[in-house]
């Protein structure tokens, strides 16, 4: 079976004071090859948690995630991690940086550089190949942590908070940018976000977790992902279901933090 | 208390003159262009103006205390009396009669070669007396035994210039103190002046011309570019061995648990052990040679560049591990490519705290026992009292572990660009 299987995953950390935390309780989730997902959900509702499991930085305590018919035991170039910002290394350039992934496979040093050169074209730092990772700003940071993880031609990309840290406008463009390489690369992405909005634009498929235990609450296809491809985004905003489901899906979290806060406070009481 | 009211005085003056006169005459850069200065430690750079003027107090300072004669007369301090000295002593017989006479004293330069001044006897039954001492010197004065009255025939001392003086006490006279020993002889004490002696504080030029006699002709049966080389070499030697032990051990200790809890005590109790310490056991093991003095640095390295490498190791941020696991690294790739450059930051941070101990402690370590070496010139040269080479040596010391430092961060900038910027 091609795509991604996550199977029945439960995580419990145990807590060093004795107890445990309930992370996520049996989510399940089917990701057919080139599908975008994007993730929503409350803070500490365990969608780092459930990424890194992906991933494989951490072993479920149940269920397995299943990639291309095999189990995923550990990290592997198969699946790339785009974060949330520093884990480019500051002590490559701009082009090793990039040209990382190639290189520990041992790839030829012409057909690096090819590689290289084209992700610059694409996210458009052809200029600052040379450069430093600390002399960029934030978002050309992210376009190099972009560029660096195609290089290695994943079949998945888990983006945690990818634009998190950037200003509006740059995170507009960056938005598009993500389109565009999804569209013309036809990789599964599963990309969390904090921003309804840009849940909405980027996910084909939007789901909604909630917490305690971290589960999924709800699903959505949606047909923004497409309309925005090569589009002004801006223009996808205007869609009549745009704003109804972006008002929907607040109210939910709303509630949903109202709860944990009740839920505190009534403990604390 | 002079010296460091003068100072104060130079700090306070030209602090008023350069940031209150001149200062509004240049800097247009965008930290001038800050408002909030007061407390923004990022607007506070060294004012290399006052560097200058810091330093050449120093040495101001240094030449008026010691009369150097690269400083215009006019600036020296008061020096030692220096010439003839005269004062009046009166003596008094057991019956009563009293009879006055003078005293001259030659104060000249210690190691200058003087005949005592001829005087004139004089009248009554008290005569003259001359003598000689050397400034900065004091010396007791028999002014009795050339008397036809003399102390043996019961006549004593009662008076100098005029004032009485009894056993113990003294009378101040404009060329120096004159003092009764418990026995009733004279003491006199010519004026020292302000200025320190040669033998406690010499001169800069002093100091100057010693450098070069002993360049040119070394100390010791060793050259002075030997001692100092000795002493490089050692740390040298010493660091190179610590780093290639202690790094590693730090590595291990930073990715096994097994090593960290196996070393961790080893390390703990030992980092706090100052290199100094270990000096006397050094010795015992290993004698006074050069295989001694390197174990001795090379411990004093070791456990510096060990915490420094496991510091270097679990300073890294696990988001950049991550990355490189999913971009397909292996083990050994992730600690050539991750691990090792993410830990060089710390690990020169580390090298230039350890040659700097290790060029104390070797220092230190030829103070107490060497035969060649710069602490060995100092210590040699202290017991000697010959202050020019002790000072000599203190500086070239300060010189020579400033360039060490200045050395490794020079190397740190060009080998480690990318420190504090992850
Ligand atoms: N290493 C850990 N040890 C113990 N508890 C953990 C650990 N990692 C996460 N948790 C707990 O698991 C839950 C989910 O954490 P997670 O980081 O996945 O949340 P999240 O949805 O990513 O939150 P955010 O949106 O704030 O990033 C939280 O309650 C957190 O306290
Ligand atoms: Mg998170």
């Given amino acids: ?170 995170r507009e463009k960056m938005q598009s940018l993500v389109l565009k390489l999804w569209k013309e690369t036809g990789k599964t992405i599963i990309l969390i976000t904090h921003s309804v909005e840009e849940a909405l634009l980027l996910g084909e498929r939007l789901l909604v977790m909630a917490p305690r235990p971290g589960r999924i609450h709800r699903e959505y296809r949606l047909p923004f992902a497409d309309l925005g491809v090569g589009q002004d985004l801006r223009e996808v905003k205007k869609h009549p279901d745009y704003a109804k489901t972006r008002e929907e899906i607040l109210a939910m979290i709303w509630d949903m933090e109202e709860e944990i806060m009740g839920r505190t406070e009534g403990a604390g009481a | 208390m002079i010296p460091l009211l003068i100072y104060v005085a130079i700090f306070v003056l030209s602090y008023y003159l350069f940031t209150k006169v001149i200062h509004h005459a240049a800097r247009n850069d965008y930290t001038s262009l800050k408002t909030v200065t007061f407390g923004d430690e990022s607007a506070v750079r060294p004012n290399r103006t006052a560097s200058v003027i810091s330093i050449l107090t120093l040495f101001l300072l240094w030449g008026m205390f010691t009369g150097s004669s690269l400083l215009p007369k006019f600036l020296h301090m008061p020096g030692p009396f220096e010439g003839t000295a005269t004062f009046e002593y009166t003596a008094q017989t057991p019956d009563g009669q009293r009879d006055t006479a003078t005293v001259t004293v030659l104060v000249h330069p210690v190691d200058e070669e003087v005949t005592e001044p001829e005087v004139d006897p004089g009248d009554g039954w008290a005569k003259n007396d001359s003598a000689t001492i050397g400034t900065w010197r004091s010396g007791l004065i028999r002014v009795d035994r050339n008397d036809d009255i003399g102390r043996d025939e019961g006549a004593e001392v009662v008076a100098v210039n005029g004032k009485p003086i009894a056993p113990g006490g003294s009378v101040e006279t404009e060329f120096g103190r004159v003092g009764m020993s418990p026995k009733g002889t004279l003491n006199f004490e010519p004026a020292k002046g ?229």
């Fill in chain 1, 1 to 170: 079976m091609s795509g991604l299987a996550i199977e029945k995953i439960s995580m419990r950390f145990d807590l060093p004071g004795g107890g445990s935390v309930q992370a996520l309780k049996d989510v399940t989730l089917h990701l057919k090859e080139g599908e975008l997902m994007s993730v929503l959900g409350p803070s500490g509702c365990g969608k780092t948690t459930l990424l890194n499991i992906v991933a494989g930085f951490l072993a479920p305590t149940e269920g397995q995630i299943v990639m291309n018919g095999h189990t995923v035991q550990g990290p592997d170039a198969e699946r790339g991690m785009v974060f949330q910002q520093g884990a480019l290394f500051e002590w490559m350039s701009v082009r090793e940086n990039v040209g990382f992934g190639p290189r520990m496979k041992g790839m030829p040093k012409m057909d690096m550089a090819e590689t290289v050169d084209h992700l610059l074209d694409v996210v458009g730092l052809q200029d600052f190949k040379e450069k430093a990772v600390y002399e960029l700003s934030g978002g050309m940071q992210q376009r190099v942590a972009l560029a660096r993880c195609l290089a290695n031609d994943p079949d998945v990309i888990l983006m945690d908070e990818p634009l998190g840290a950037l200003d509006a406008l740059t």
């Fill in chain 2, 194 to 422: 302000w200025q320190m002696e040669p033998i406690w504080l010499p001169a800069p030029e002093a100091v100057a011309a010693r450098v070069v006699e002993i360049a040119r002709e070394g100390f010791r049966g060793s050259t002075l570019w030997e001692h100092l080389g000795y002493s490089l070499f050692r740390v040298v030697v010493g660091f190179f061995f610590g780093a290639l032990v202690g790094i590693p051990l730090g590595y291990a200790m930073g990715l096994s648990d097994w090593f960290r809890g196996w070393f961790d005590p080893i390390v703990e109790f030992m980092r706090p052990v100052p290199p100094l310490a270990l000096i006397p056991l050094v010795i015992i093991w290993a004698g006074i040679g050069e295989t001694g003095k390197i174990i001795l640095l090379f411990l004093a390295a070791l456990w510096i560049m060990a915490i420094a490498a496991r510091s270097g190791v679990s300073g890294v941020k696990i988001s950049k591990v991550h990355a490189a696991y999913s971009l397909g690294a292996s083990k050994p790739q992730i600690m050539r490519h991750v691990i090792i450059p993410n830990s060089l930051p710390e690990i020169f941070t580390g090298a230039r705290v350890a040659m700097g101990v290790c060029w104390g402690t070797v220092v230190a370590a030829e103070l107490v026992a060497a035969e060649k070496g710069a602490g060995m010139m100092i210590m040699v040269a202290s017991k000697f009292q010959n202050t020019d080479i002790v000072i000599m040596g203190i500086i070239l010391i300060g010189i020579i572990g400033f360039g060490i430092d200045m050395l490794m961060r020079w190397a740190e900038r060009i080998l480690v660009p990318w420190k504090g910027k992850g």
